[in-house]
């Protein structure tokens, strides 16, 4: 008997948005323990800071048979002082990587969610891998960091290319791949 390898189910469908559960939020913070403490090092157990406190959560969600199932992808957003914001802890779950999209929309939802609240700037301490990904999604590189032993670039979004998103949400995504 010839058995084939079974390749995991990943979701062809996402609803990215911000929190608005607490099974949401909580998914989001494991994610980011897996992502940045687990697979990068970066963080020794917890990755949690003082910014969570007040920093907006946006997450993606796996969706299946309708309904949501997993969180696969969050970034999180806040503000300093009036009109400058930031965005940090971009992590998107090791399956779902390939589809670029999600990256792309958690960015777009951040900097959209910031301008509808007053932005007038948008920041974020990229690592450098990810350089690349946020120059095509319209960002200017600013200077080159270290930041925990990590290359990072500062960089600025062009908030021009970024309409406002007062419902801290985005229309149902599909990635138009099989899921496999």
């Known amino acids: 008997m010839i058995l084939e390898p079974v390749t995991p189910f ?17 998914a989001a913070r494991d994610l980011r323990r897996r992502v940045f403490c687990a697979e990068q090092g970066l963080f020794d157990g917890d990755d949690g800071d003082a910014l969570d406190r007040r920093a907006l959560t946006i997450v993606a969600v796996a969706y299946v048979a309708g309904g949501p199932d997993e969180v696969v992808g969050t970034v999180r957003i806040h503000s300093d002082r009036p009109g400058i914001w930031y965005g940090s802890r971009l992590a998107v779950a090791r399956g779902y990587r390939r589809d670029a999209h999600l990256g792309s929309a958690l960015i777009r939802l951040a900097v959209g969610s910031a301008r509808a609240r007053g932005c007038q700037a948008f920041f974020a301490q990229v690592q450098a891998v990810n350089e690349p990904l946020f120059r095509a999604l319209h960002w200017d590189s600013l200077r080159a960091l270290t930041l925990h032993g990590l290359d990072h670039v500062l960089m600025r979004a062009r908030l021009s290319h970024y309409p406002p998103l007062p419902e801290g949400r985005l229309p149902l995504l599909a990635t138009g791949r099989r899921a496999s």
């Open 10 to 26: 990943r979701s062809r469908e996402y609803a990215v948005k911000l929190t608005s559960e607490a099974w949401e939020y909580q």
